[in-house]
């Protein structure tokens, strides 16, 4: 079974710092992909970055990066200089070849910005 | 540049209508899917299609029927509503095969069960 884990309920970031939002994720897959969506308060999901399990390079989006630690099983998301756009919910999702196209999702993580 | 248009944005209903959640897609996918999104649980998988005429149960599909006649429409059915379904249901689509296919996902419908 896949399961994505995020542990971190809320965080809170001052504007301009970097800050890193967890991902665990727990798969038998040998091929599976990793994903990021930002969900601001108008509810409609963003897609932000998607790293591939066999990617050696971590992927970068503009501002996003993606912390991808294969042994450990973690895919952080880290954003640099933080604005205050970036006030929302942020989810890590997986997609592995033994479940087709599904994605699992983990339970997010609400990302405030403060000036 | 709308993609995916779930066709109401808010939703009240009682308790055992029928109720019908739209969801069109103008990208060409062949898979679809309904999600279900409540505050602590992040999104669960109701139902999913990856054909026409063709459906598969995600983990939680209790209450909920679906159905797919047309390639890019994609319709939720919860047949006789409760008060437990009040939630934000998302629908999203995707090109088949793994790799970077993204999900695009629609504004979400917010129903709320009365």
């Known amino acids: 079974a896949q399961k994505i884990t995020q542990t971190q309920p809320g965080m809170f970031v001052q504007e301009k710092e970097a800050v890193t939002l967890d991902c665990t994720y727990d798969t038998s897959d040998q091929s599976y992909g990793l994903f990021w969506y930002k969900q601001p308060s108008s509810g409609e999901m963003i897609f932000l970055i998607y790293q591939g399990s066999y990617d050696e390079q971590n992927a970068t989006e503009g501002r996003y990066s993606l912390n991808f630690q294969k042994a450990r099983k973690s895919a952080n998301l880290v954003i640099s200089a933080s604005q205050l756009g970036d006030s929302a919910m942020y989810f890590c999702?997986?997609?592995?070849?033994?479940?087709?196209?599904?994605?699992?999702f983990g339970t997010g993580t609400s990302l405030t910005v403060i000036p | 540049d709308v993609k995916v248009t779930q066709s109401s944005r808010y939703l009240v209903k009682r308790t055992g209508e029928k109720v019908f959640l739209e969801c069109v897609q103008d990208m060409d996918h062949e898979n679809m899917f309904w999600y279900r999104q409540d505050p602590g649980l992040g999104l669960r998988l109701i139902y999913f299609?990856?054909?026409?005429?063709?459906?598969e149960k995600g983990d939680i599909p209790e209450g909920y029927s679906v159905s797919r006649e047309k390639k890019e429409r994609f319709s939720l059915i919860l047949e006789s509503a409760s008060t437990n379904q009040t939630s934000m249901y998302l629908c999203a689509s995707s090109l088949p095969g793994t790799g970077a296919n993204v999900l695009t996902f629609g504004a979400g419908s917010r129903l709320t069960v009365l």
């Open positions: 999702a997986m997609r592995g070849t033994n479940t087709g196209n599904q994605f699992y």
């Open positions: 299609s990856y054909d026409v005429k063709m459906k």
